[in-house]
Structure formats: C-alpha cells, structure tokens
C-alpha cells in the first residue's frame, strides 16, 4: 500500500513514513472515512481496515465515491496488473475509453516484424488501435526527455534505427530512440489523434529539466492547422509554462493531474496558477491515477476542491457570478473533455 | 475584437471563445459597466455595444477610466495603426512620454544606407531618438531569444551582419541577427539609457525558453557602473528570477505588466510573487497594452487591486501599517517609474 | 548595517534605500521592538539605537530570541570575521554544531601540499574534519554552476587539475575547477555524509540558471544506496523542484533557509510551496544567516510563522488536526534536522 503513495522507489528512510506526506494526509482525512474509519485514522489501522475489506471492495467503494462519469483510461504501463477499461466500467458504474501508448506500440511492433517493415507495421497498429481508442499517450519525457527535433524522421531514418536498436537488444524492447519517439508523434499528427503528453513531474527516471513542455514549442508550432490536438499532462512544476503553450497554440490542452494528488493541501494553489493562462475551454481534469483506488478518489475530490476554492475565491475578489463559476467547472471538470476525446460519439466509445 | 483578447494569431477553437478566458472575464466584469452594461453582459452584448458607440468614445471612455497620470508608450509597433503618443495624451488628458524599439531603428537605418555606414548611421539616429524618447525598447526576446553572447560587437562585426543581412533580404527588413541585436544593447549603454527588455511572455513566435531574464545575467554584470538601467517587461513565468536580477544589480527594475492583464483574477498572486526579491524601490507599474483600449483600464485597474489586495495582507499578517502600505504603492505605482524615465524633467517629455 | 540586508555588493540607487525591501520592512516591524524601539521604527533610528547598544547586546538579544535550539554552522565563509561555534553558543545559550566547506578544504590542501599528493592530503583532511563536524558543504553553485559531469574524476584527473591551477595561481587560491568540485562531492558521498548543497538564490557572482538543482539529478540517481544524503539549501526560485528532487530520492532533503528572509510578508506562500512534494520527514529549517544576527532572528520568526500560517491554512480547508499540524511542525522546525545531522550523538558535537 504504502509504495502507491509516492513516486519515489524506495523505500521512506529509517523512522519515517510516506504517509508523512500531502497524499498520506489526504489519505488519511478523505480515504479513511469511506472505508469506515474516522479522520486521520493512523496508518496502521487504514493499512489493517483495508486488507480486512479487500481489494474488490476497496475499489468499488473509493472508486464509486469518486463520482467520475467517464474514464479516459491509458492502457500502456503494467497493463497486466491493473483493472482493464471494460472492468473498471464494471467496478464504477461509469462510461469507459481507452487510450494507447504510441511507445508501447513500437515496442510491440518491433519485436514481431524486420526492420524494413516496421513503418507500415507501425502505421498499421495505429490505425487499428485508433479504431477503437480516443487518443494516444506519449511517454517522451520517460525516455529522454521533451527536447528532440521536431523534425519529421523518413523513413529510412526510422528502418536504421529499429535495426540498431532490436540489434542489441536483450529481454523486453523499450524504447528511448528518438527517432522512433519522434515518428510516432508524426504518426499521430497524421490521424489527427489526440496526442497525451506526460509532462514534468514524475518518477526518479525521469530527468526534470527535460521535461518542461516549452521544448516542444517548435512541434506545436508546425502541427496548428494538422487537425492533432496535444494535452499536456500533470505538468507540475511547469503547469504556467503550459498554460501559456494552451493561451497561444489553439490545439494544445492542458491538465495538472498528477500534480493534485501529490500536492494534497496545496494543490487549489496548484489549480489556480494552472487557469492564468488556460483558456477554459482547454483546460482539463485528470486523476492520473494507478494502481491504488485512492488515487481515483483523491484526484477527482482534490481537483473538485481546489477548483472550487479558486472559483469562489475570484467570486470574492474579482466579481464572478456564481453561474459563470458553475459554467467555468462544467467545462473543465467535463465538457472540455467531451468535446476533445468526442466522447459523445459512440463510435469511440464514450 | 475578440484577437485582441489573446496573445494567440489564430481563433479559439470551434465551440469556444476568447472570452472564455481570464482576460475575457475581466473585460465582461469591469469594462462593460464603463460602457453603460451591466456586469458579465454576455460577450455579444459587449461587442454590439462597443460598435454602438464607436471606437473614439470607446477610447475616451476606458483610457480616462484608467486613471493613469503619464503614458510612457513605445512606438515600435504597428505604429502606423494606433494613436501617437500625442493623441493618447489629447484622448486621456494625461502626460506622454515615447519609448523607442532599437530594433526598429536598426531596420529603418539599414534600409537607407551602405552596410560600411551603418554604425555611425545607427549612432546618429539613435542620438536624435533620445533628444525626445525617454528610453529604449529592445524585442530580442521575439527576435530569436535572450541568450545572447554578452560581449560588444566590434564595428567590423556589425558591418559584415548588416551586408550579410540586406543582401539577401526581400520585403520589408527584419532585424534577427544576433551581432546588431548585440550592438543596439551596448550603444544604449553607452548612452546610459533606460533599456526596457520584453521578457517571458508572448505571442506565438516566442521561445518561451530562450526568454528568461536569467540569461542576460553576464550582461547585467558587464554593465554595472555605467549608466545604463534596465526594466524588465511582463517577465511571466520568470518574474521570480526577474525579482532576483531586480535584488541583486542595482540598474535592474523589474514590472509584471502584460501578464497583469492576461492573469485576470489570479493576478494579485503574480503581483505579490513579483514583490519577493524586487526591491520596493525598483518595482514598475505598465499595462503592456496595445490596441484595445480594454487593457489600458484593465491593466491599471487589476493591478491596483493586486497590489492592494497584496498589500492590505501584508498589513494583516506581517504588521505592515497603512501608511507604509501607501508609500509602498506609491513608490511602485508611480514615483519609482518617474524617478527612472525622469519624467519630472520637461525636456524629456514628462 | 544596510549592507547587510540585501545580497547585492552596490548601495541601493540614488534616493533610495534596502529598508526599502521585504528584509527591511521585517527588521523595522520585527527587530526594532527586540531593541526597544517601536515597530516601524525610521531606519535611521534603527541603525543609531543599534550604534547605541553595540555589537555584543545587539547580538545576545536578537539570538536568544530567534529560540533556536542547536545550532549548525557552516564555518567556510569570512570565517575570521563572524563568532566561531563555540562563541554563538555562549552568546545563544544554545547547542552546536560545525559544517565545512568541502572547497574551502580542497584550497587550504593545494596551498600546502605537491599536486601529486593533494588527493591523499584531501581525504586525510575531510576524515579529520568530520571527526568533529557534523556534515559538509559544497558551494559549486558559486563557483560555476550545478550542472557538472556527475562522473566520479580519477586521482590523475585530479593532479593534473591542481596542478594547473595552483601552476598560474596569484594571491589566496580560490577553487572553480569543476573536477576537482566533483572529487570533494565523491569524497563525501565515500564518508556517508550530509553533504548541504548551496542551490538558487544567492548574490551577483552566482548564474542562476546554473543553479537549478535538477541539474544534479544524475548524482543523486547514482549515489542512491550508498549512505550519503543531500540537503539542498534555499532552492528559491527552485523549491518546488528541490520538493520533487526530495519526494522521488530518499536521500534527498530540502529547505528553503535564505528565501525565508528575504521574501519578508510573502515567505509564508514560499514555505507552502517547498511543501508542495517535499516529504515531511525530509523538510528542514534553516536561517541561511550570516553576519547580522537580525537575520537569525528573522529567519527563525519568520519561518515559524509561514509554517503555521500554512498549517492553519491546511487545517481549515482540508481537515488537517491541530495535533497533525504539530507534529509536521516538530518535525520541520527540528526533528528532521537533528535526526539528520544526528545532533544527538554526543560525539557528533549536538
């Protein structure tokens, strides 16, 4: 349990806990109550209750008092282990659809076909899984960072580097040329996908200063008018940086997901500095949650508070009627997303 | 009217509109009322209302309401399109003052004369420019990034960047190269002029990470002890580093103007974040507005309410007195801004 | 005095003053009544009754009522002028403890020793020094920046390095070669020590864009395991960076010591936002104060009243406990520290 409340790998040094953090104290105030126990139950008992409960209970109830109406659920990370979409649809009581990860399928391709068949390998699982799917993530930032060039690679250049890279290659394929990165974002501007960027803040491979979504201005800026949009991802602590990327680029989104949940007490900071810039028919509510149904939970009533008490608080001190606050939160707690991932097309799952 | 809302050159998405932003909201909040409609009129209402009464009483109205004593406005803009600092001054009833953008001279002087006369051309005209303007405006920032090599060009450099420059050049000049960007810096520093620099914040053509003040940081240090001051411009996101640069060389001044404007409700935290390290001393007022007659009252207007929302806090919790709260207004509202341009001194044009 | 209230080395422009500074405004409101004279008092009365009292009563009121309990002093800066530990403990009637600076060290080695056995003479010295000292301090941000090879140098890299650079030496050698910075960080990492790391903010020697301690994430992902830990001093503007860097590396701690200071009335949002990420076991306290014991004072007041105000703050909006609030407070304000330091240990010096 304890190792879903971080982003770290190891574990919380001698005498200390990771519920000594702005998630554990979440946990603690907002989890403990919905399996029975009082706020700020101690760790001990919250850990004891929930084994006594079990997972499926666990999940069904945090993940029903989690009032989420449709879940845009990323399929590419330990999907194994996790609830698929269908079953999580099962669990909540709530709509369901998929996205894929562009990595992960260039790493299947490549382990199944030569390199001179990769790219209409590749184009061809897109396709397929675009068939289906609402969007497509990018896990850049995962593998070297945000800075690549933005230049589309040929195809040529693509062949030679699956060749090198499955060349060497021992046990499971994963993928960090940036060719292959670059290609796959390519692809996705040719479908006119809907692109996921996972931006900033995140576990300890990820090298920070890579990840600040302004390295991809030059990307953003030869894709306006392709029909791809880019939702950027977490963000934190580059959340202003991609607020004013969504202000000027009419195809760029943006969210502070991650960022809610592991800012805990502060994130309606965190949401607030995240609309500055954001237009708020771009800006978006995720949970970036996984694994733990707490997750789920905390970062949909996190985002609701912290918005809430930003909007109230510009109600205070700058004039804003309650109805424009209700309009602002119908939009960026819901209809933004509905109308980016066309989730009232049934075609696509929504 | 609804492009002047936004930093953007393309429309909001289909579905959405720029009022839907937080500068949206305060020209819907605070401008409609100026214009005879009641508070968060809808944005159709605002835009027949405004056509009703035409651009110069539209004008009149917004500029008096800003209540602003002296316009100190740069001229390098689409300057055939938007009144002349004289006419502002007749519309507004207040003082006026020009700042000009060295770039701008750098293109008009390059268009008439031999590359070989180029420096001693630039040297005159920049001279007659500062008999009248208060300062100078330097847009590097738009012009390829401030990371610029901090050394003087020599004259030879600047020669062979001007021919290499207009021999190739069709249509009308466009100042990038870095040797003459270079070269505009240090002739105003020998003038010890008052340099304004865009930072942060911009259109689409912007770098945003070529843009922090950060990197002029060798320049700031090379130029101690002669003369030259420096105010920063907008600095959004970078107004913490710009309030460092403000804390540590004595020629620096900072302002967070054109983020003001496009912050709405969120920007007395922007004021009050630019207030950490910026010396109270050196801390500037500007509206960054251009165009829209909207901005010069919203950005006067937003930023006495953040300054005094920041202000009247600090009195709260850290025991600041009134009368200090005032001074510190005045000093950043006006008197820092009029010490620095000299604008007290009539044959500057204050 | 003034001098010492800005991290500057130029008098403030003309017709201006630093009281004129969050630091200023906080010495007036919160300093002068500890010397008997009423909050706000006019900076010239301030400095004339601090004439008055002299440097000794001056200093023995204002340290006993900062009320710190231990203190750690990092003894490598102008060290000839300040109290040594042993005199601000008789001063405080407090415990302490020594830092040294690992460049202070490298240069008082190369000043007696042959290149060819500077690397032994280093190590014998750091192994003699930490016989008493309770951890080491790098001030690489000071002397070229953060972002080096995070590659461990071989002793020959090392000789090689001294000897160039005590070859063309003039005057007190000052050390900036970056191998030689690097050979003391892995010394370090080898004692399993504290090793304080100066980051962000600081005076006009230091790039700050160089100081962005993401720059060091390479080191701590190879030093994971190994018994060292890090703790990052000041970080401002970089805090909530340093709070990602201490949320995903168990040896990574933070604090936000100097930045306390001198944001003045706006340091609780700075305090609020270093526990954004930052665990709590793993946030500290520091005054960063040198010199003027105004600044232990104000670090310490300071400090107190940004965590309380946002732990207050967290207690009204998310529920936290007054006890929870304590406890983080306990845990920050001195816990963390002296497990850290092991203050405890009577032979470490606590």
Not at 234 to 255: K, N, Q, S, T
Request: proline fraction near 6%; charged fraction near 25%; aromatic fraction near 8%.
């Amino acid at each position: 349990m304890e190792d879903l409340l971080t982003e770290s790998d190891a574990p919380a040094p001698a005498g200390t806990t990771f519920f000594d953090t702005q998630l554990g104290f979440a946990v603690r105030r907002e989890c403990a109550p919905v399996l029975d126990l009082p706020p700020f139950a101690v760790p001990e008992d919250y850990v004891a209750r929930r084994a006594d409960l079990g997972a499926a209970e666990v999940n069904r109830r945090l993940l029903r008092a989690a009032g989420i109406g449709t879940y845009v659920i990323e399929t590419g990370h330990r999907s194994d282990e996790i609830l698929t979409p269908e079953q999580m649809a099962e669990v909540t009581g709530a709509g369901h659809a998929e996205v894929v990860r562009l990595e992960v399928i260039a790493e299947q391709v490549a382990a199944r076909v030569e390199p001179a068949d990769f790219p209409a390998a590749y184009r061809a699982a897109l396709d397929d899984a675009l068939r289906t799917a609402v969007g497509v993530k990018t896990i850049a930032a995962y593998r070297g960072g945000l800075d690549l060039d933005p230049e589309r690679p040929t195809d040529d250049e693509v062949v030679a580097a699956v060749a090198a890279w499955t060349r060497c290659a021992e046990g499971p394929l994963r993928l960090t040329d940036p060719v292959l990165v670059r290609f796959g974002w390519w692809e996705a501007v040719d479908r006119q996908a809907v692109v996921q960027v996972h931006v900033g803040y995140g576990d300890p491979d990820v090298d920070l200063h890579r990840c600040n979504p302004l390295l991809m201005t030059e990307l953003f800026r030869r894709t306006r008018g392709t029909g791809v949009r880019f939702a950027l991802l977490h963000c934190y602590p580059y959340h202003r940086e991609a607020g004013y990327l969504a202000h000027v680029f009419e195809h760029v989104y943006c969210d502070v997901g991650l960022a809610v949940n592991f800012t805990g007490a502060q994130s309606p900071q965190v949401v607030a500095e995240s609309l500055e810039l954001t237009p708020f028919h771009k800006a978006l509510f995720s949970s970036d949650a996984f694994g733990a149904a707490e997750l789920y939970h905390l970062g949909a009533l996190l985002f609701r508070r912290g918005l809430g008490q930003a909007l109230s608080e510009w109600g205070r001190t700058a004039g804003w009627p309650t109805e424009e606050q209700l309009r602002v939160a119908r939009m960026v707690g819901s209809e933004n997303a509905r109308r980016l991932y066309r989730l009232e097309n049934p075609t696509t799952g929504g």
